[in-house]
């Protein structure tokens, strides 16, 4: 059974630092993209980018380039979304899922990052 | 980029009647790379329709996709309780993934 199983709920003030991860089972991690997903407080599903965990090939939306950094640890089918320096407007929920077929097949259950001083 | 309109913002219906769900996409989309989502409150989204128009493994046949270019339609036939969530769809192509702005089937 394919499995994405996510880390807790954040609490982070602005300007810290944060990673969080999304461990894969079910399947062969290193040949399906990543993708991570992002849901503000009450509004729609913005995609944010995806990596290859069998070489770590990343792409970003536009509107993440810079923002975040996505990355792999194949040795334990793990991905990762990280920030280096939080805002406010970070608070949302942030999904992780597998990308088949060009689909978001599987999802994780998500993780909300909230960003408050 | 290839931006996606979903219509009506909020459909209001009954269990049993019949819910048309429209995407419009910017410019022209593969029909191979066009999906649809289901969202409940509280819930990850998940995976309704690919390719314009095949069910993902468990999805009842009330829910049909169609269309072709900009213009895509998700049916659900019959709506049952289970059905009232937001709706997304998903385009692959350009910059490589969006998704449109949602609409809400309530009650």
């Known amino acids: 059974e394919v499995q994405l199983v996510q880390s807790g709920a954040e609490v982070k003030e602005p300007g810290g630092s944060l990673r969080i991860s999304c461990k894969a089972s079910?399947?062969?991690?290193?040949?399906?993209?990543i993708g991570w997903v992002r849901q503000m407080p009450g509004k729609g599903l913005e995609w944010m980018g995806i990596?290859?965990?069998?070489?770590?090939?990343?792409r970003y939306s536009p509107s993440f380039q810079g923002q975040v950094a996505i990355s792999v640890d194949k040795s334990i089918n793990t991905a990762y979304l990280q920030w280096s320096s939080l805002k406010a407007s970070d608070t949302a929920i942030y999904y992780c899922?597998?990308?088949?077929?060009?689909?978001?097949?599987?999802w994780g259950q998500g993780a909300l990052v909230t960003v408050s001083s | 980029e290839i931006v996606l309109t979903q219509s009506p913002g909020t459909l209001s219906l009954s269990p049993g009647e019949r819910a048309t769900l429209s995407c419009r996409a910017s410019?022209?989309?593969?029909?191979?790379?066009l999906a649809w989502y289901q969202q409940k409150p509280g819930q990850a989204p998940r995976l309704l329709i690919y390719?314009?128009?095949t069910r993902a493994t468990g999805i009842p046949n009330r829910f049909s996709g169609s269309g072709s270019g900009t213009d895509f339609t998700l049916t659900i036939n019959r709506l049952e309780p289970e059905d009232f969530a937001v709706y997304y769809c998903?385009?692959?192509?350009?910059?490589?993934?969006?998704f449109g702005g949602g609409t809400k089937v309530e009650i």
């Open positions: 899922a597998r990308l088949a077929t060009m689909v978001f097949d599987y």
């Open positions: 079910g399947y062969t991690f290193t040949t399906y993209w």
């Open positions: 990596i290859y965990p069998g070489d770590s090939e990343t």
């Open positions: 410019q022209s989309v593969s029909s191979s790379y």
């Open positions: 390719g314009t128009s």
């Open positions: 998903q385009q692959f192509g350009s910059p490589l993934l969006t």
